[in-house]
């Protein structure tokens, strides 16, 4: 609340500033009526466009609650009526600024001085112009880059086996596409997806699968990671995240086109970047509510897919080596730099992940619960012990066994071409790395097994 209430009298002073000036200063002077009118209304509009837009960016996401379809109808929006109120103000900003100086200086001097009127005054409306066009250009989001395979159900009968298994116990329908890739993590999405590698764009929901972590958990554990995910399809949480997060990016998009200003001008982006952080804050904190429920309803379709303890282990032990991805990256930029590379990136991982696994168990919880959350895209996610506590999974109920990497009836085994997909799609990355300018060979790396 504290937080909020400094924001809004920064926002305050940013909006009332410039008018309050300019009504001092026309008003100290002698006038003809004509002049006072426009001036006045002028200034009472330029306030009332900037209270509109911050009690707009405060009310609507209190007022949306819980309410995950409200908030992906009113998002949208509430984001166009803020940006526009905003720009617009800025640019009467600017207007009064300009008219200000051209009165004061017509009844002091005689004469006026337009290079200060154009600096001054022609800054404002130039950041309110660049803030009108991009909140309404024509808003055409690329397709969401993957580093990944597609999986073909004629190449991998036992995997699809295993997920339509999973889909029909859990009444759910499989997911259009499934993605294997090299990141340690578990997402499904709805967005257009774009593979490294290929032109093919893939439309409708993908499930997208970490093969590292599939060499470090068992069968069940990757059943109950599928069903949160799935949980996620049957909620229709992509459906939703597909909706509200192009406000996201158009209110991003806004905040960077409000800094490009530079010299004067850089002072009218003040109660830009004022007031769409403070929308942008707001309607994150309802969206991270939402999200965090919806976490919680998927965390029991994934129990009912294996058991709670199963997903449990999952959100633990990908907590726990996820981490290792950076020291695999690191390893392989090292190497690459030598003029060598690795033939399989994942085949390194599990080796990381089996010299990783040491200490007691309560170390181990430690960093499993502090890097617990499974990253994704849009969602943020409820810390890992409150997940926990809500599946009845406690902390006493975990052995070091546990968390261990899984030796027998591993995941990977599922997929029949598992060595060739990560063979391939080790060599796009580290090919990315060196592209990136992360790496620096010296000549054509040559392969390394590990």
């Known amino acids: 609340m504290q937080f909020v209430l400094k924001r809004v009298a920064i926002l305050i002073v940013s909006i009332a500033l410039v008018p309050a000036l300019s009504w001092l200063i026309v008003h100290a002077q002698k006038s003809r009526p004509s002049d006072f009118a426009f001036f006045d209304s002028t200034i009472y509009l330029t306030l009332l466009l900037g209270a509109m837009a911050i009690v707009l960016s405060l009310v609507v996401p209190f007022a949306v609650g819980r309410n995950r379809n409200a908030l992906a109808s009113l998002f949208g929006p509430t984001v166009r009526i ?23 200086e017509t009844q002091t001097l005689g004469s006026v001085h337009f290079n200060l009127v154009l600096i001054l005054g022609g800054g404002g409306i130039l950041v309110g112009i660049a803030v009108l066009m991009a909140s309404l250009a024509f808003l055409k989001r690329p397709p969401m880059p993957v580093l990944g395979h597609t999986l073909v159900r004629e190449e991998e009968p036992s995997f699809f086996t295993f997920l339509d298994g999973l889909a029909g116990r859990l009444s759910a329908s499989p997911p259009d596409h499934v993605v294997v890739g090299l990141e340690p993590t578990f997402y499904v999405t709805s967005e257009p997806v774009s593979l490294a590698g290929n032109d093919k764009i893939l439309h409708g929901e993908t499930l997208y699968l970490s093969l590292p972590l599939c060499r470090v958990l068992r069968k069940e554990v990757l059943a109950a990671v599928i069903g949160h995910e799935l949980g996620h399809f049957i909620g229709k949480d992509t459906a939703y995240s597909r909706k509200f997060a192009p406000a996201f990016v158009r209110l991003g998009r806004t905040l960077t086109a409000s800094q490009t200003a530079t010299g004067w001008s850089a002072l009218y982006s003040i109660p830009v970047q004022a007031i769409l952080g403070l929308c942008l804050y707001e309607f994150s904190k309802a969206a991270s509510r939402i999200g965090r429920e ?89 810390p890992t012990s409150a997940r926990l506590d809500r599946m009845g999974v406690r902390q006493d109920m975990i052995s070091t066994e546990i968390l261990a990497p899984d030796g027998e009836d591993r995941s990977i085994t599922l997929f029949h071409r598992a060595n060739a997909y990560e063979e391939g799609l080790s060599t796009l990355q580290q090919q990315w790395l060196v592209a990136a300018g992360h790496a620096r060979p010296p000549e054509e790396a040559t392969p390394r097994s590990r």
């Open 82 to 104: 803020v940006t526009l109120a905003v720009g617009l103000a800025v640019i009467l900003q600017g207007i009064l600024v300009a008219a200000t100086i051209i009165r004061a």
């Open 294 to 382: 919806r976490e919680f309803e998927a965390d029991i379709v994934g129990a009912r897919a294996a058991s709670p303890t199963d997903l449990g282990t999952s959100l633990l032990k990908v907590g726990l080596y996820s981490r290792l991805w950076g020291e695999v990256l690191g390893n392989t930029v090292s190497l690459l730099n030598k003029g060598r590379a690795y033939t399989n990136l994942s085949d390194f991982f599990q080796h990381c992940c089996l010299n990783a696994f040491s200490g007691s168990k309560e170390q181990l919880l430690a960093v499993a619960l502090d890097e617990g959350a499974i990253s994704h895209p849009v969602d943020t996610h409820p």
